[in-house]
């Protein structure tokens, strides 16, 4: 009878056993500090295009999704109002305006990251992560003269990515083909590509010259060679088989990060998604064509949107959602009619791409900087809302701490418990840029120095934020920056000019401080 009891012991035990360790399997092991990490960045994309910000006109059920069920940020900021120098400080933790190169770059740029300095997929590297990008790169290729027939270096894979599958610029600029691991995806050596940002090369059609070879028409800029009936900026010849199909880009890159993604083995990994919407040319595919009501721009969001779905839908596939930290923003502000004729304007109806902000893309105010910004991480982070104010440079840092790491980047700040909904204190101060003019935030305040310049850009329309005198705005009661207050409180605009120069420098301005006494 003992015996009997015994053994049955002996077997409870090892069923209880034999079921713990069975349900070990099968559930997800969430490794704390060494989740994998995806920055899911959009290009353009503004503060009221998701309806998860208030946007009205566009559908965007996934983006809100990881909003609704993610922190979203009231006060989440690009580093810069225009893309190569968010994109410069997002991955390097340091204020665009320190690197003078730090500017809207060509095709044929040379990289504009150091390859000595520091960068995000660096750090996570030397930690055990995979790294790899996929998409929009727009940092520079090469030093100085690319050869596109040959390996082109240096680039991502330099500067911390050990996968990198890219456009070398942006959607409008040449040259219009992949390129993977250095090496331009599809070429055929017979027909090499050459590249010329000043002059065409003999015989070749330009957007200025053919109008009729174009399925779109350019509004300002954007007239040089013709790459599937689209023109771009600057001049390409050769290279056809490797050329891209635009409306296939959405899914190229979705496709190359699924499959990233999936070599997933015991390594955490980083991965970069760089999505080229909805900048300009704006090319739905065929099935999301119409599916806005606001022509090809409503259409790319709406795109764009399915595919974070999709990512999403394979991430739980792979049961890799509760192991995943995810982070949602856009490079910059929103603009309407960036330089062709696609309806943006006449189609936007009462959708507001900035929201209530003042401005848009390449502007100091708000909407220039001011973006979605979404942490997502199934099972850590608490849905809510952060009114805290934090900036896509403060992911080194706060990543940094996630991983056990002490590098980071000279500007970026440890906002880890902000950005995982444990602490509502984000930054004091941030300074803000616009086409290398810069402006203050700190507090409810933002603060713009005198700029000479157009107030407003007219072929896109957008305010720019020049003015001959101090700008100060309250965004706590005036979010729209409306209402100028430096003269009335020139305490406040004096206290915050000073904490500005402490960081920025006196030699930030086109007008001698002289003038303004
Ligand atoms: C501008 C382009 C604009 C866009 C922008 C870069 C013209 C007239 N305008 O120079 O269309 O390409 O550069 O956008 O060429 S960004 O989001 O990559 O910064
Ligand atoms: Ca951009």
């Keep these: 009878m003992k015996l009997t009891l015994s053994l049955m012991g002996i077997f409870l035990i090892f069923t209880v056993i034999g079921c713990k360790s069975k349900s070990v399997d099968t559930e997800v092991q969430v490794d704390q500090t060494k989740p994998n990490i995806i920055f899911i960045y959009a290009d353009d994309l503004g503060y009221g295009d998701i309806g998860a910000y208030g946007g009205i006109g566009i559908k965007t059920p996934n983006m809100d999704a990881l909003a609704n069920n993610g922190l979203l940020f009231t006060h989440g900021y690009a580093s810069s109002a225009t893309c190569t120098p968010s994109r410069y400080a997002l991955l390097t ?47 520079g290729l090469g030093t100085g003269m690319v050869d596109w027939n040959t390996h082109i270096t ?15 610029a942006t959607q409008d600029r040449v040259p219009t083909v992949y390129i993977r691991n250095g090496e331009v995806v599809d070429l055929d050596s017979s027909d090499p590509i050459v590249v010329d940002y000043d002059k065409n090369f003999e015989g070749e059609p330009t957007g200025k010259d053919n109008p009729e070879m174009l399925k779109m028409k350019w509004h300002h800029g954007h007239n040089n ?18 050329k891209w199909k635009d409306e296939d880009m959405a899914d190229d890159f979705l496709n190359e990060a699924k499959a990233y993604i999936g070599q997933s083995g015991d390594q955490p990994f980083f991965l970069y998604y760089a999505m080229q919407q909805p900048h300009v040319p704006r090319t739905p595919h065929p099935r999301f064509v119409g599916s ?21 839908a394979y991430l739980e596939e792979m049961n890799l959602l509760e192991n995943t930290l995810i982070f949602l923003s856009s490079d910059n502000g929103p603009v309407l009619n960036d330089g062709y004729y696609d309806d943006a304007v006449e189609l936007t109806g009462n959708h507001k791409p900035a929201g209530p902000l003042r401005g848009g893309k390449y502007s100091l105010f708000e909407a220039g900087t001011r973006v979605p910004f979404i942490t997502y991480w199934k099972g850590t982070i608490q849905p809510g809302k952060s009114d805290a104010m934090v900036s896509q440079i403060d992911l080194f840092a706060s990543l940094a701490a ?66 001959t005198e101090y700008q100060l705005y309250n965004l706590n009661d005036d979010i729209g920056q409306q209402k100028n207050l430096a003269s009335t409180l020139p305490e406040i605009l004096n206290g915050l000019i000073a904490d500005f120069e402490k960081i920025r420098g006196t030699e930030y301005s086109n007008i001698q401080k002289l003038e303004l006494k």
Excluded at 154 to 168: C, D, K, Q, R
Excluded at 292 to 299: A, C, E, I, M
Excluded at 448 to 462: H, L, Q
């Design 93 to 139: 933790g340091t204020y665009p305006w320190r690197n003078s190169n730090a500017k809207i770059l060509p095709g044929t740029a040379p990289l504009l990251i150091d390859t000595a300095q520091n960068t995000i997929p660096k750090m996570l590297k030397s930690v055990g992560y995979r790294t790899g990008i996929v998409g929009k790169w727009h940092l």
């Design 154 to 168: 240096p680039g991502p894979n330099e500067v911390g990515f050990e996968y990198s599958y890219i456009m070398a």
């Design 225 to 242: 060679s013709i790459v599937n009936g689209i023109p771009r900026i600057g001049f390409m010849k050769g290279g056809a088989s490797a």
């Design 292 to 312: 806005s009501g606001l022509g090809p721009r409503g259409d790319v969001i709406v795109e764009a949107d399915w595919c974070i779905g999709a990512l999403m």
């Design 402 to 467: 996630l991983v056990g790491s002490n590098t980071s980047g000279p500007d970026s700040q440890n906002l880890l418990d902000v950005l995982l909904g444990k602490s509502p204190k984000g930054r004091e101060d941030l300074i803000l840029e616009a086409s290398t003019r810069t402006a203050y935030r700190k507090g409810d305040w933002a603060m713009i120095p005198p700029y000479r310049g157009p107030e407003k850009n007219n072929e896109v329309n957008i305010e720019l934020g020049n003015s």
